[in-house]
């Protein structure tokens, strides 16, 4: 009954090594929660689809009764309306903003389409009531003239997204123009003989400059962020090593300051994030990313790729500051970083989960992270080639938080291994 005693030996060595066992269970844990979270709707089968409604439509005066009417008014609160068959869900969560809006939410995945209701929407609409009429009437002598008006569904062609939200919204606008139809029909006790098509038309077509992107296009920069948090690792192992070999110890005999020693560190790995985002941009635009905005954008996405690096670097820390050894390190950082990059965003979009709105511009929990901001303005510059008047709200908070992250990590580390500046 050896094997008993050896049963015994190792269940006593994993149980002591708590915080390995932890990573053991809780890893493939929080990979469930993630991507239930993100594709099992947590237990509701049928969820919302963010859609964001341009309504441009001016209105027009009803021929009868000279009553003036916006029937682009009347759309959007049938879309705000309309839900899931046999169930209490909407079908959309609908934004109404302008057209500019509309297009930088789709680029931030804030929406998954944007609905254009174009000017002349209510006159398309009144002119197939009057055409209608026209025909139905025995003293009718002249047509009513034909005023055609285009929806636009709008989006990333490139995104999954995009296809289930269109193909809803396309159903939905279809059964609009058919009850149309069919109310002016049984209005005037008979069958017109015209159809919503010949007034109402759809377009679909993909916002400015993604006309040919893919999935990969917005993928590419979480992969870039999803390597700069790999730094969090590799910085955790490589101070405890420093601890573990007495390096730091040797160090504070001198008059050196856990300031001068953690932003001395910056710059080697500042310079390793700025390299990886040059590498690793060169790679994906050789397997077929769409880079937009040449060197200008190339040089705004290094400096955010420093951004990016500094925050690691300062979560490296924090890590270092209680890890036992190296290799506890590096376990830790792993369990930390890998999650992290999902919660930003590095791999696919989560939930919105709105907390605040700052500057108008609404904050979610996620944007407690600063790797979130990054990954936003890498999007943004490579992705879609925006400038820095683009960015510049992600950037300064990526900054912000940033700072606050390494003022923790310097006080930390401090505190727990270098206790002799004292």
């Known amino acids: 009954m050896k094997f008993i005693s050896i049963a015994k030996k190792d269940f006593r060595e994993l149980t002591r090594d708590r915080r390995g066992l932890a990573m053991i269970l809780l890893f493939p844990m929080f990979f ?3 991507f239930g979270f993100a594709f ?3 237990g509701q089968s049928n969820e919302p ?5 341009v309504n441009q439509d001016k209105g027009a005066t009803m021929p009868l009764t000279g009553e003036q009417v916006n029937f682009g008014n009347n759309l959007t609160k049938i879309l705000e309306d309309s839900q899931y068959q046999d169930s209490d869900v909407h079908l959309f969560n609908v934004t109404t903003t302008t057209e500019s809006e509309a297009d930088e939410k789709i ?3 804030d929406v998954d389409a944007e609905l254009i209701i174009p000017e002349n929407f209510s006159q398309s609409v009144v002119a197939l009531l009057t055409s209608t009429l026209q025909q139905q009437s025995l003293t009718s002598a002249a047509a009513s003239t034909n005023v055609t008006s285009t929806l636009v569904i709008r989006g990333d062609t490139g995104y999954s997204g995009f296809g289930t939200t269109q193909g809803i919204l396309t159903g939905v606008l279809e059964q609009y123009q058919d009850k149309m139809v069919s109310e002016i029909q049984k209005a005037i006790n008979g069958s017109s003989g015209v159809t919503a098509d010949t007034y109402l038309q759809t377009r679909v077509e993909s916002i400015p400059g993604t006309g040919s992107f893919t999935t990969f296009d917005f993928m590419a920069p979480g992969m870039i962020v999803f390597a700069i948090l790999l730094l969090t690792t590799t910085v955790a192992a490589g101070l405890t090593r420093e601890v ?3 390096t730091l110890s040797r160090l504070k005999l001198s008059k050196m300051t856990s300031f001068d020693l953690l932003l001395g560190g910056l710059i080697p790995w500042s310079m390793v994030a700025a390299a990886q985002v040059i590498i690793l941009l ?6 077929g990313f769409h880079w937009q905005g040449g060197i200008y954008t190339l040089l705004l996405a290094v400096l955010v790729g420093i951004i990016g690096g500094i925050a690691s670097v300062s979560l490296g820390m924090i890590i270092a500051a209680f890890a036992r050894n190296d290799r506890q390190a590096a376990n830790l950082g792993t369990l930390i970083s890998v999650p992290t990059s999902f919660l930003v965003g590095a791999f696919f979009p989560l939930p919105k989960v709105v907390i605040a709105n700052f500057w108008g511009q609404p904050f979610q929990l996620f944007d407690l992270l600063p790797w979130t901001h990054v990954l936003s303005a890498l999007r943004s510059t490579l992705t879609y080639g925006n400038g820095w008047e683009a960015i510049a709200y992600p ?3 990526a900054v912000l938080l940033t700072v606050i992250l390494f003022a923790i990590g310097v006080g930390l580390f401090a505190k727990n291994r270098l206790q002799a500046e004292k």
């Open 32 to 34: 469930m929660l993630v």
């Open 40 to 42: 099992g709707g947590m």
């Open 49 to 53: 689809h963010n859609l964001a409604v």
């Open 107 to 109: 680029k931030q995945r």
């Open 244 to 246: 573990e070999k007495g």
């Open 282 to 287: 060169i790679v994906a635009v050789l397997i």
């Open 395 to 397: 950037v300064g908070w």
